[in-house]
């Protein structure tokens, strides 16, 4: 029997019975994350039911051509499987993943080097400071353009392809940017962007306003958004082989883009989750600002015309309906997403890729297993009376988030 004292110490830790704040993973090298075995046990330690995550794992499977889903509760990992090309010693283009960590960068740049920009994401980044090969100016709205506005794409930049302009939550009719003379480098089409909108007068997907501010943070730190990522958080974590997906028809990307590319094994996507779980902190450190995370959770006040917060969609509004309103994610072309559920001690990764993006050509790592091709031919099935085609993309990316938060055992 406990002591009484003990006992009541126990009683107020229910979070660290099931392993929560104070486990970390070691490297996948030196044994990886604790794994749990079999429905019965992961019921009883990890609260999941796995015929439900069996669903959403088959959910994914009729959406996606390649892909796995990787699921962790309490510390432990849950579930596990890949589909087609997927393993988890692949490395998709992650596409618009990426944004998450240009965003997270960011946010221990700002405290890393406060001093030299001390009024942060109020920062008006357009200066010859901050941004010197922005002048002059294509625009000169944009002098007014805070680093918030950047990394919640309130920028009033021209969105990616024919997105809409969403302003107070309405999508607005966006005329499209004009066409540049000649073909710009990957800053200058970043930097010299059109603006369709005021700085702050409306959201739209625009992926070059990330790559601008991770333009920002190569000049305060003085390496490369992917080197800085490396130091800061790959290494702590204790990440396997990741990189970026530089190498694009014939020609490789001269700087990190901030917009999106990154590419990481499923077991290190999910550790990228569970640090944004627990506040920023891995272990003893602090890698990442926990008040800068928590901004990431929350609707922001440099978008109050989205549910996106500092380059992730949060649920504070319900609009994911059958997921908990602290829930907050990241989505990338072809459906993939990573997904932070606080109140349920969850992290979720959903890896989701065509052919196109598992071409291990986009990143230049080597291909460490046997590559499933069974899917090499796989379409979307047949429509029903709801959809055209299978539910994928963004509305993919929350149903799955539903299904596996239904998976969580009351």
Not at 3 to 13: H, I, M, S
Not at 172 to 198: C, F, H, I, Y
């Amino acid at each position: 029997m406990f002591p009484r004292a003990v006992f009541l110490v126990l009683l107020c830790l229910p979070v660290a019975l099931n392993g929560g704040d104070d486990y970390f993973p070691p490297p996948d090298s030196s044994g990886g994350w604790r794994t749990l075995s079999g429905a019965a046990q992961i019921r009883k330690v990890a609260g999941m039911d796995l015929a439900r995550l069996d669903q959403a794992f088959e959910f994914e499977k009729e959406t996606s051509q390649h892909g796995g889903l990787v699921v962790v509760r309490h510390g432990y990992l849950v579930y596990e499987k890949y589909f087609g090309k997927g393993n988890r010693e692949a490395h998709p283009d992650m596409a618009s993943i990426g944004k998450a960590f240009t965003s997270i960068s960011c946010g221990i740049m700002l405290a890393e080097k406060h001093d030299r920009i001390p009024d942060g994401l109020e920062t008006k980044v357009f200066t010859e400071k901050y941004l010197p090969e922005a002048f002059p100016l294509s625009d000169p709205m944009k002098a007014d353009i805070k680093l918030g506005q950047l990394l919640t794409m309130t920028s009033g930049m021209h969105g990616d392809g024919n997105n809409p302009g969403i302003v107070n939550g309405q999508d607005t009719k966006v005329e499209p940017a004009p066409r540049p003379g000649a073909p710009l480098d990957q800053d200058n089409s970043a930097l010299r962007a059109a603006m369709w909108t005021k700085p702050g007068g409306g959201y739209a997907y625009a992926s070059g306003s990330p790559h601008v501010a991770s333009i920002v943070l190569r000049h305060l730190t003085g390496m490369e958004m992917q080197q800085y990522i490396a130091e800061k958080l790959a290494a702590p974590m204790g990440f396997g082989s990741w990189g970026y997906a530089l190498h694009r028809n014939g020609n490789t990307l001269p700087h990190t883009p901030g917009g999106g590319g990154i590419a990481l094994r499923a077991t290190d996507a999910v550790r990228f989750a569970y640090m944004l779980l627990h506040h920023g902190r891995w272990g003893s450190r602090q890698l990442a600002p926990a008040d800068y995370v928590a901004m990431c959770g929350r609707p922001s006040p440099y978008d109050p015309h989205a549910p996106m917060s500092l380059m992730f969609e949060v649920n504070a509004d319900g609009h994911v309906f059958g997921a908990p309103r602290d829930a907050f994610f990241k989505s990338g072309a072809g459906g993939s997403g990573i997904y932070v559920v606080p109140s349920l001690d969850l992290v979720i990764y959903k890896m989701s890729a065509s052919d196109a993006q598992m071409d291990p050509e986009l990143t230049g790592l080597p291909v460490t297993y046997e590559v499933d091709h069974s899917r090499d031919s796989w379409k979307p099935g047949p429509h029903d009376q709801f959809h055209d085609g299978p539910v994928g993309g963004d509305d993919g990316v929350r149903r799955l988030l539903e299904m596996v938060a239904a998976a969580v055992i009351p």
